[in-house]
């Protein structure tokens, strides 16, 4: 089988049911951000490994997820290819394992007083990266939430999936010992 089938050239791409769409449709956009963030969570993951924290376990569960989300995507809930959209209907719970996560770590993180600065070493300020791309997902996602072709517990998934990123870019920074960059605004002269 080869990697290329040519049949994209043209600008139009199929989605999970088959259906032909031009490759900036709304859903393609979707899936193109969620898959870049899936790629930020793993140079991520790779910038922590060297590091004892726990993290990237917990990283490469969410890129696992991130293709649930992926496929749910790619598959219009106003279709009416019933089997294939209940192939990809979104796993309940997700949600609620994301602030298990996020509570563990923030409980162990001094109190936030000041706007912080994507910093903090590599791992964190990868983590960060990854958040600003999340927080692009979610955008390119609600629209489609709204139109009743994405299961909404996505887009929860994928908002609160920016908090916990931003809670680990913070975590990874303290347990490695690390400073966090904080906004100052210079006084004007």
Excluded at 66 to 83: C, F, H, M, W, Y
Aim: net charge neutral; proline share 3%.
């Amino acid at each position: 089988m080869k990697i290329y089938t040519k049949k994209g050239d043209k600008g139009y791409s199929y989605n999970f049911l088959g259906e032909r769409r031009q490759k900036d449709d709304e859903i393609f956009e979707a899936l193109g951000t969620t898959d870049e963030l899936s790629s930020a969570i793993g140079l991520a993951s790779e910038f922590c490994a060297d590091e004892v924290h726990g993290i990237v376990e917990d990283l490469q569960e969410v890129q696992c997820i991130l293709q649930d989300v992926g496929a749910n995507i790619a598959t219009p809930r106003s279709s009416t290819n019933e089997k294939k959209v209940g192939q990809t209907h979104f796993q309940l719970g997700e949600v609620e394992r994301l602030e298990t996560w996020i509570d563990r770590y923030h409980s162990q993180l001094p109190k936030l007083t000041r706007f912080i600065l994507p910093s903090g070493g590599k791992c964190s300020a990868s983590l960060h990266l990854a958040r600003s791309i999340c927080r692009r997902a979610e955008r390119r996602i609600t629209p489609l939430v709204r139109a009743g072709d994405v299961d909404g517990e996505v887009l929860r998934y994928i908002n609160r999936l920016s908090d916990f990123l931003f809670t680990a870019a913070r975590y990874v920074c303290h347990v490695e010992g690390k400073k966090e960059r904080f906004y100052e605004r210079e006084p004007k002269t």
